[in-house]
């Protein structure tokens, strides 16, 4: 089967950009993350070389692509939430204002296959923790640091796939300082629980409040939270890819603080694949590994219930 031929749910931007929206159960996007498979993509990581920076002149030469203006012509600490989500297309679902040679060489790379992988297997574990959720119980997912929030929506996809029910009621509340991948992911939810959407009968909302993990005192109040509602929070490729210790260890406290949330999400791997995207990448990451996330989460009372190994990166369900 041709990957490029499958039917997928589009989504579209304000300005008018047409994007897929990516669902880890359809081949378009499912990644091979068998062993095998994982520890050849590490060593590829592992012992490529770094990369020469842009430099003004070779921009005045070679005019830059769309997604790469996004991932480097920025004075952001973080990679953008839609640049983020581009990523994890794939080669073969790539829009137009996307396709060049040079972004499909990118999304064919080792990173951009981590990144996929790091996605599938967020959303496999955090649908794992919905499972005992009965169908019409109402579910809140508290994507933090999370962009277009498109782990919280595969979670909720898996979950009714599962289930074998897509009458669930959820919301997905994405907590970001910024909010350039609100509208995509916003545009996403309305579009999969359109009738004959992916989830049609379910009852999907959207939201996002402005929030830095440096300050988690705020968190409680940023969920947005209604009484009755399962909560399971999650950070893919943020939290604990970038915070310091203590923004790890305050936000698992506000958490645990709310009530008995889980937490799924990704560390980057103490190995070399790891320690070589640390240092090739233009962010401030940190590689602590899967070690190193249990050492901080049982400090505050949490354990890693379930992990997957990744390429660069481990995902992992914390619980009490």
């Known amino acids: 089967m041709n990957p490029s031929n499958v039917p997928m749910t589009i989504a579209m931007l304000p300005d008018g950009t047409r994007l897929p929206v990516i669902d880890t159960t359809n081949a378009a996007f499912r990644v091979d993350d068998n062993p095998a498979a994982l520890a050849n993509w590490r060593t590829q990581i592992a012992d490529a070389p770094a990369s020469r920076p842009r430099t003004a002149a070779t921009e005045s030469l070679?005019?830059?692509p769309d997604l790469l203006r996004r991932m480097f012509a920025?004075?952001?600490?973080?990679?953008d939430g839609l640049a983020t989500y581009i990523l994890k297309l794939g080669p073969n679902a790539l829009p137009g204002a996307f396709d060049t040679e040079i972004e499909r060489r990118l999304m064919s790379s080792p990173n951009a296959f981590s990144l996929r992988v790091r996605l599938q297997q967020v959303a496999n574990l955090m649908a794992s923790a919905l499972s005992d959720v009965a169908g019409d119980h109402p579910i809140r997912l508290i994507s933090i640091g999370g962009g277009t929030g498109i782990e919280a929506v595969n979670a909720i996809i898996v979950h009714a796939s599962a289930s074998a029910t897509m009458g669930c009621r959820f919301t997905i509340q994405v907590l970001d300082l910024e909010d350039?991948?609100?509208?995509?992911?916003?545009?996403?939810v309305a579009a999969l629980i359109r009738p004959g959407g992916r989830l049609a009968g379910a009852?999907?909302?959207?939201g996002h409040?402005?929030?830095?993990?440096?300050?988690p005192e705020h968190l409680a109040s940023a969920t947005g939270r209604v009484d009755g509602e399962f909560l399971l929070a999650s950070s893919e490729g943020a939290l604990f890819e970038y915070a310091s210790d203590d923004a790890i260890l305050g936000n698992l406290r506000a958490l645990r603080a709310i009530g008995d949330i889980g937490v799924?999400?990704?560390?980057?791997?103490?190995d070399g694949a790891g320690q070589a995207m640390v240092a090739h990448s233009p962010f401030p990451l940190h590689a602590r590994g899967?070690?190193?996330l249990s050492r901080l989460a049982r400090r505050v009372g949490y354990r890693v219930a379930a992990a997957k190994e990744g390429v660069a990166t481990d995902q992992f369900l914390l619980a009490f």
Do not use: C, Q
């Open 180 to 188: 350039d991948g609100v509208p995509f992911g916003r545009a996403a």
């Open 264 to 270: 799924a999400g990704s560390v980057i791997r103490d």
């Open 203 to 206: 009852v999907g909302d959207f």
């Open 62 to 64: 070679v005019p830059m």
């Open 209 to 215: 409040a402005r929030y830095t993990w440096e300050k």
């Open 74 to 79: 920025t004075s952001s600490p973080f990679l």
């Open 290 to 292: 899967l070690r190193g």
